[in-house]
């Protein structure tokens, strides 16, 4: 069974600052897609960004970037120039070519001014 | 405007009843899902159904029950046989053949046992 892990369960950036987020999976797949979705206080959950197993470059939307090494099974997530909109539950999700997403327990991101 | 509703947003239940949640789709899309959220534990997989019935039993399936007569329906049930069944309950739908496996989230109901 795949299982996602993210060690911090809380963790606070100032405005403007770049804060990383940590995530790592374990899995035997070799062809697999790795998420990080944000979850603000209305509970909708939002995707932020995705990363394909296969390919090497990083995925980057905007302030938002990963980074994924794929041998040491780790997808971080880092925001830079943190906005006060940015606060929000994180969770990293992985899924193989099966049928759901598992999903790490979150990371509680506080933006502080 | 093409998404995912739920309803009701809130729901109050007394013990021993059973509840059905609403999930409703116009995305086109096969595959639908059933995440309960609680707090500290991420989210986990109830049930999924990846097309018109046909579904099968997720991480945490005791409990519950679904159906999937029409693709853009897949509405839970939350039986009696559920032992805390306080929650936050998540409906996602996925394309079949997307080529990123991305599911897109409707938003939410909260049930509350009393």
């Known amino acids: 069974a795949q299982t996602v892990t993210q060690s911090q369960p809380e963790m606070s950036v100032q405005e403007a600052e770049t804060v990383t987020l940590s995530c790592t999976y374990d899995t035997s797949e070799s062809d697999y897609y790795l998420f990080w979705y944000k979850q603000p206080p209305s509970r909708q959950m939002i995707l932020v960004i995705r990363?394909?197993?296969?390919?090497?470059q990083n995925a980057t939307e905007n302030r938002f970037s990963v980074n994924f090494q794929k041998a040491a099974k780790s997808f971080s997530l880092k925001i830079s120039d943190s906005q006060l909109g940015d606060a929000a539950m994180y969770f990293c999700a992985f899924s193989d070519s099966g049928y759901a997403l598992n999903f790490g327990k979150g990371t509680s991101l506080l933006v502080t001014p | 405007d093409g998404g995912i509703t739920q309803s009701p947003k809130y729901l109050f239940r007394k013990e021993g009843q059973n509840v059905t949640l609403s999930c409703e789709q116009n995305l086109n899309h096969d595959a639908m899902y059933w995440y309960r959220q609680d707090p500290g534990q991420g989210l986990r997989l109830i049930y999924y159904?990846?097309?018109?019935?046909?579904?099968q039993k997720g991480d945490i399936a005791e409990g519950y029950s679904v159906s999937r007569e029409k693709k853009e329906s897949f509405p839970l049930t939350v039986t009696s046989a559920q032992k805390n069944p306080t929650a936050f309950y998540l409906c996602a739908s996925k394309a079949s053949g997307s080529s990123y496996n991305e599911q897109f989230f409707g938003p939410g109901t909260r049930l509350t046992v009393l």
């Open positions: 990363q394909e197993a296969y390919k090497q």
């Open positions: 159904s990846q097309i018109v019935n046909d579904f």
